[in-house]
C-alpha cells in the first residue's frame, strides 16, 4: 500500500467518523424538540398559546428527523487561506470563510456547542458548492464530493480549485448520482444541481420565473428546490403565506411527495388544479366542442359582464322607520352611491357590503343632524337589517353564488346571450345552454370545466385567499381559464412555472409562454430555457426529437450529456407476449420498470403480465415493493423510470387530438433503456 493510499484511507476514516458524529448531533436535536413537544404545554400561557406551541414544536420534530439511507451530507468546502471577508445575502453578514472547511448537506446540524457540522444547502455559503468553477473558485481551494451506498460513506474525490482543477461532468461521483437507477418516489437532486439550475433555484422571492425545460433538464427538480430555498430564505412570510405545488395528476404528486420532507420541509401543499376547485363535486363529462368553449379565455369576460349585469338602478326613494322617527333617502344619493361603489371595482360580495354601509351611513348622519349625537352600533345594525334597506340592496345589487350565477347563464339562452355578443356565435352559445335545466343549482350535474367557470365566479364575487409563492408543474397543459384559477391563488405572490412546450396534450394546450403567463397574471416573468439534460440518454433524445418537426411549437431540441443507455426499436407479432418477454428482460437489470400504452390496452397487458406471475402496480396506486407499473400513456407525464416499455406507438397516436405530443412524452420517461414494440407501422415522423 503506497503512502497515498494510507492518506486517503485515513481521509476516508475521518469522514466516516464526521458523519457518525454528525448523525448523533441530529439524533440529540430531535430529542431536544421531542421533550420541548412533550413538556410544551405546561409552559404555554394558556390553550391557545399551548396549541401554537405545539403546532411549532411537532413541525420541528418532523423537520429533523433523519434516514439513514440518506447521505447526511454530500460535499465539503475547503476555503484557501487567504480569502477576502464575503458578505453573505440572506441575512448572514460579513463572514470571513479563510481557511474554513464546511460539510454541505440536506439541514442544518449543530453540535453541543452550537458549531456547524452540516451547512444546509441553502445558506449562502453553499452557493460555491454549486457555483465554483476552475476559472471562479469564489475562494475554494478544494471542493470534495463524497459517494454513499445506502447511506454508507464509501469514497470522496476532489477538485483542486486553486489548482485549476475541475472535473465537471466528469466527475465519477456525480455521474453516478445523476445515473442511479430509479425505483419508487422522486429524490432530491441537491447533491447534483447544476450551476444553471441553482441560479434558478436560488431566484428571489419576488421574481416569477418560467422554466422551458426539455425531457430530462431537472425542471421538476429545480421548481421542487426552489420552493425549498425559499421557504429557508423567508420562513417565517411563507409560513404565513404558503406555498403550493400545482401538478397535473394525483399519480404525479405522489411520485414528487417525498423530495420535499426530505429536505425538512414538511409543509407545503401539493394539488391538482381539480383538487383546488372544491366548491361543487363533478359528476358529468363535457362533450369535447363545450369543454374547449368553457376553457377559452372570453369566458372570463363573459361572466365579468353576467357579474355586472345584476347591478340595478336605484328606481325610488327608501323611507325607514326606527320607531322614533323616519328617514328618507332620496333618488340623487342613492344613484351616487351604486355609481361610486361600482367604479371601485370591487369584488361583487364586497361591492354589495359596501353600499349596504353607505346607505346605513346616510341614515346616520341624519340622525346626529337631529340628535346631536351619534347612533349607537346597534342601531347601525338594525338600520343595515331593516326591510327598506334589504328589498334597496336586492333590486340594485343582489346577493349572488358563483353556481347560481353560471347555472342562471347556462338554463336561460336568452340570459347567455345577452352577455355573449361579441364573444361567443351561437353555435358556440348553443354548446353551453342545457337541454334540460336543473331546477336549482344544487341539482345540476356539474363538469369539470363547470367548476372552473365557477372559481372563476367566485373570484368575481368574493375576494380569494392566496398563497405567498406557487409552483406550477407540467403547466403546458392549463388552459386559460386554469391559469386564472392559478392566478387567483397567487395574485400576491409569485410563480415558478415549469413545463416543455413540446408535451402539451389537452386540447387547448399552450403554444406560446407569454400567452401563458399573461394569462397567470405575471407578464412580466421570465422565460429560461433548459436544454441540457441529465437524465434521458442521448439515444433516447434523439429517438424522440425526429417528432419536434411535427409538433408545430418553437423550442430548442433537448440535448443530453448521458452517452450510455440503450435504444430497441422493433416489431412484434403478439404485442402482450412480447411486452411479458420484455419485462422479464428487464427485470434482470436494476431500477424500475414501466410499460406504457394507450389506455384502452392497459387492462390486456396488465392481465397479460399477472397470467405470466408478474406483479405490476398501477401509477396512482403503486404497490409496495412492485419494480413493474403498468402506465396509460395519459397518466405518464412528468414521471420517470429505468427502463420504459412502449407498446404500439400508433395506437398511443390515434388515441387523441395531439397523440404526436402524447407519444413525445412516452418516448421521454426512460433514464436508462427505452424498448419499443409495435406490431402496426410506425408513425412517419419516427421512421
Not at 458578505?87 to 439541514?107: K, M
Not at 336543473?438 to 398563497?467: M, N, Q, S, Y
Request: some cysteine; aromatic content about 4%; charged content about 25%.
Amino acid at each position: 500500500m503506497t503512502a497515498l493510499d494510507l492518506d486517503l484511507d485515513t481521509d476516508l476514516a475521518a469522514e466516516r467518523e464526521h458523519l457518525a458524529a454528525s448523525r448523533a448531533a441530529l439524533k440529540r436535536m430531535r430529542e431536544r424538540a421531542e421533550a420541548l413537544f412533550a413538556t410544551g404545554d405546561q409552559v404555554a400561557g394558556d390553550a391557545y398559546a399551548a396549541e401554537t406551541l405545539g403546532r411549532t414544536l411537532a413541525r420541528r420534530v418532523a423537520e429533523l428527523a433523519d434516514d439513514p439511507s440518506t447521505p447526511l451530507f454530500f460535499g465539503r468546502l475547503d476555503f484557501a487561506g487567504d480569502t477576502a471577508p464575503a458578505t453573505e445575502p440572506g441575512g448572514e453578514g460579513d463572514l470571513d470563510h479563510a481557511g474554513r472547511r464546511y460539510h454541505v448537506g440536506r439541514r442544518h446540524v449543530t453540535d453541543e456547542r452550537g458549531e456547524p457540522l452540516v451547512l444546509d444547502w441553502r445558506a449562502p455559503v453553499s452557493r460555491a458548492f454549486y457555483r465554483a468553477s476552475a476559472r471562479d473558485p469564489q475562494g475554494l481551494a478544494v471542493r470534495r464530493r463524497f459517494g454513499f451506498n445506502n447511506g454508507a460513506l464509501t469514497s470522496f474525490e476532489d477538485e483542486h480549485l486553486d489548482r485549476g482543477e475541475e472535473l465537471g461532468t466528469a466527475s465519477r461521483i456525480l455521474t453516478a448520482e445523476i445515473e442511479r437507477p430509479r425505483v419508487g418516489p422522486m429524490r432530491d437532486i441537491v447533491a447534483t444541481i447544476q450551476p444553471e439550475q441553482d441560479e434558478l433555484v436560488r431566484a428571489e422571492l419576488a421574481d416569477s420565473i418560467c422554466v422551458q425545460g426539455a425531457p430530462g433538464t431537472g425542471k421538476t427538480a429545480v421548481g421542487l428546490h426552489r420552493a425549498a430555498y425559499l421557504l429557508y430564505l423567508h420562513r417565517e412570510r411563507l409560513r404565513r403565506a404558503g406555498v403550493l405545488i400545482v401538478g397535473p395528476n394525483r399519480a404525479f404528486l405522489a411520485y414528487i411527495a417525498a423530495v420535499l420532507p426530505a429536505l425538512g420541509e414538511v409543509e407545503v401543499a401539493q394539488a391538482t388544479v381539480e383538487d383546488l376547485l372544491d366548491r361543487v363535486p363533478v359528476r358529468a363529462v363535457d362533450d369535447p366542442a363545450a369543454a374547449v368553449v368553457k376553457h377559452d379565455a372570453g369566458m372570463a369576460e363573459l361572466l365579468r359582464r353576467a357579474v355586472h349585469a345584476h347591478i340595478g338602478e336605484p328606481t325610488e326613494p327608501i323611507t325607514v322607520s326606527d320607531g322614533s322617527y323616519r328617514w328618507r333617502i332620496g333618488l340623487e344619493p342613492l344613484h351616487r352611491v351604486v355609481q361610486e361603489t361600482r367604479r371601485e371595482n370591487l369584488p361583487y360580495a364586497v361591492g354589495r357590503d359596501r353600499v349596504r354601509a353607505r346607505v346605513v351611513s346616510l341614515l346616520q348622519r341624519q340622525a346626529e343632524a337631529r340628535r346631536a349625537e351619534s347612533p349607537s352600533d346597534a342601531w347601525l345594525r338594525r338600520m343595515g337589517r331593516c326591510r327598506p334597506v334589504v328589498d334597496f340592496l336586492d333590486a340594485v345589487w343582489p346577493a349572488l353564488t358563483p353556481e347560481g350565477l353560471v347555472h342562471a347563464l347556462f338554463a336561460d339562452p336568452a340570459r347567455l346571450a345577452a352577455v355573449a355578443e361579441g364573444l361567443l356565435t351561437p353555435a358556440e352559445q348553443a354548446l353551453l345552454t342545457w337541454a334540460k335545466p336543473a331546477r336549482t343549482a344544487k341539482a345540476v350535474k356539474w363538469t369539470a370545466a363547470d367548476a372552473v367557470l365557477i372559481d372563476e365566479a367566485a373570484g368575481l364575487i368574493e375576494r380569494p385567499a392566496g398563497f405567498g409563492h406557487v409552483v406550477v408543474d407540467e403547466a403546458q397543459d392549463l388552459s386559460p381559464m386554469q391559469c386564472r384559477v392559478i392566478a387567483r391563488r397567487s395574485e400576491h405572490g409569485s410563480i415558478t412555472l415549469l413545463g416543455d412546450l413540446a408535451q402539451g396534450t389537452a386540447p387547448w394546450a399552450a403554444t406560446d409562454w407569454r400567452q401563458s403567463l399573461a394569462h397567470l397574471g405575471k407578464p412580466e416573468a421570465t422565460v429560461v430555457p433548459l436544454t441540457i439534460g441529465f437524465r434521458v440518454p442521448a439515444a433516447v433524445v434523439a429517438f424522440a426529437n425526429r417528432l419536434l418537426p411535427a409538433l408545430a411549437v418553437d423550442v430548442p431540441p433537448a440535448e443530453s450529456l448521458r452517452r450510455d443507455g440503450a435504444l430497441d426499436v422493433r416489431t412484434v407479432g403478439d404485442l402482450p407476449a412480447a411486452t411479458v418477454a420484455e419485462v422479464r428482460a428487464a427485470l434482470a437489470h436494476e431500477g424500475s420498470i414501466a410499460v406504457i400504452a394507450a389506455d384502452d390496452a392497459v387492462d390486456g397487458l396488465r392481465a397479460a403480465l399477472a397470467a405470466a406471475g408478474v406483479e405490476a402496480a398501477t401509477a396512482d396506486d403503486p404497490a409496495a415493493g412492485a419494480r413493474v407499473t403498468v402506465v396509460p400513456a395519459t397518466l405518464v407525464k412528468g414521471l420517470e423510470y429505468d427502463h420504459v416499455i412502449v407498446v404500439e406507438p400508433a395506437a398511443i397516436v390515434a388515441a387523441e387530438q395531439r397523440g404526436l405530443h402524447r407519444l413525445y412524452v412516452v418516448l421521454t420517461r426512460a433514464v436508462s433503456r427505452l424498448s419499443v414494440l409495435h406490431h402496426a407501422p410506425l408513425p412517419a415522423e419516427l421512421r
